[in-house]
Nanobody
Framework: VQVVVESGGGLVQPGGSLRLSCVVS????????MAWYRQAPGEEREVVAQ???????TYADSVKGRFTISRDNAKKTVYLQMNSLKPEDTAVYYC?????????WGQGTQVTVSS
């Protein structure tokens, strides 16, 4: 049984936008800091954005001002709005708990930014 299911990726031109969604089936979702991660080919997985239960957000420098993380606790869903996409944003995007990544990793959603 998948605990997290990511969706919303696709192929987009530079400057375009995508909105990713992550539905979590675990209990106590609202109590945890949630994060979006990404992994490009040949690279380590990195944190892109995270959001606390009190809606405080932090972002990687590379996406500040372009990406926005949000959450809907009633739907146990985390979102990532990605604007002004660049080719270097190409990666598989995942969500998980921040700091301990205790949920089993989902399959992720592929984002490809290319003209």
């Amino acid at each position: 049984v998948q605990v997290v299911v990511e969706s919303g990726g696709g192929l987009v031109q530079p400057g375009g936008s995508l909105r990713l969604s992550c539905v979590v089936s675990a209990n106590f979702f609202s109590a945890f800091v949630m994060a979006w991660y990404r992994q490009a080919p040949g690279e380590e997985r990195e944190v892109v954005a995270q959001m606390t239960p009190s809606d405080r957000t932090t972002y990687a420098d590379s996406v500040k001002g372009r990406f926005t993380i949000s959450r809907d606790n009633a739907k146990k869903t985390v979102y990532l709005q990605m604007n002004s996409l660049k080719p270097e944003d190409t990666a598989v995007y995942y969500c998980n708990r921040a700091f301990d990544q205790l949920y089993p990793w989902g399959q992720g959603t592929q984002v490809t930014v290319s003209s």
